[in-house]
């Protein structure tokens, strides 16, 4: 059963757009969650998280929204580069199991 | 500082093989968590240790184990490989427990290949 999904596996967006990555998650004791980047032959990096205490945290051109009543979180990135291209993970956590649980990952590809 | 060094990166084995794989976390680091990326799957948890215990076990077969040394490197065995455990084997480094607030590290990876 998979407890954190990312519906889409890819997304093409135009360099200068807007890119929203989104993640659906079915655990309710999830309240901690994050974004992690991925490029080809490299491990993921940590992008952005937020907590369950907030609806939105904001880094740079990166702001991730989180909506509890609808088990939803987007990321979204704006304004989309090249170097943006890469497998972005969502993951959650409830804090007492600890480990991080992946979605299947979406593939973004910005396009020049 | 150096990043989390996985070896080798890439490996062939042949089903009922075994195979080990190698993990050298951040200086400092003390926690190394195992994954396993599949395209069906995603990231998959495989177990994380800490102070040369593990501390949390995610749901494989017992043919998936692990052990950190007092240096905090750590590796992870295969045995009796199957067809379907070809994968990208991650590691992460943490400074402490691998809490959500403390940002895992990863390696590039090992990528196992099961003829």
């Known amino acids: 059963d998979q407890q954190v999904k990312q519906n889409s596996p890819s997304l093409s967006v135009q360099e200068g757009r807007i890119s929203i990555l989104n993640c659906d998650y079915t655990n309710s004791m999830f309240d901690y969650f994050l974004w992690y980047k991925k490029y080809p032959a490299e491990g993921p990096t940590f992008l952005i998280s937020?907590?369950?205490?907030?609806d939105k945290n904001e880094d740079g051109r990166f702001t991730v929204f989180l909506n509890k009543s609808a088990k939803h979180l987007s990321l979204h990135i704006v304004p989309s580069q090249p170097g943006d291209s890469a497998v972005y993970f969502c993951?959650?956590?409830?804090?007492?199991?600890?480990?991080?649980?992946f979605g299947k990952g979406t593939r973004l590809s910005v396009i020049a | 500082k150096a990043g989390v060094t996985q070896t080798p990166r890439y490996l062939i084995k042949t089903r009922g093989q075994q195979v080990t794989l190698s993990c050298s976390p951040i200086?400092?680091?003390?926690?190394v968590s195992w994954y396993q990326q599949t395209p069906g799957q995603g990231l998959q948890f495989l177990f994380e240790y800490f102070s040369e215990t593990q501390r949390n076990k995610g749901n494989f077969p017992g043919r998936f184990s692990g052990r950190q040394f007092s240096n905090s490197r750590s590796e992870m065995n295969v045995s009796t490989l199957e067809l379907g455990d070809s994968a990208l084997y991650l590691c992460a480094s943490s400074l402490q427990r691998a809490t959500p607030t403390d940002t895992q590290y990863f390696g590039p990876g090992t990528r196992l290949t099961v003829l």
């Open positions: 937020i907590s369950s205490i907030k």
């Open positions: 200086s400092g680091h003390r926690s």
């Open positions: 993951a959650a956590s409830d804090w007492v199991n600890t480990p991080l649980v």
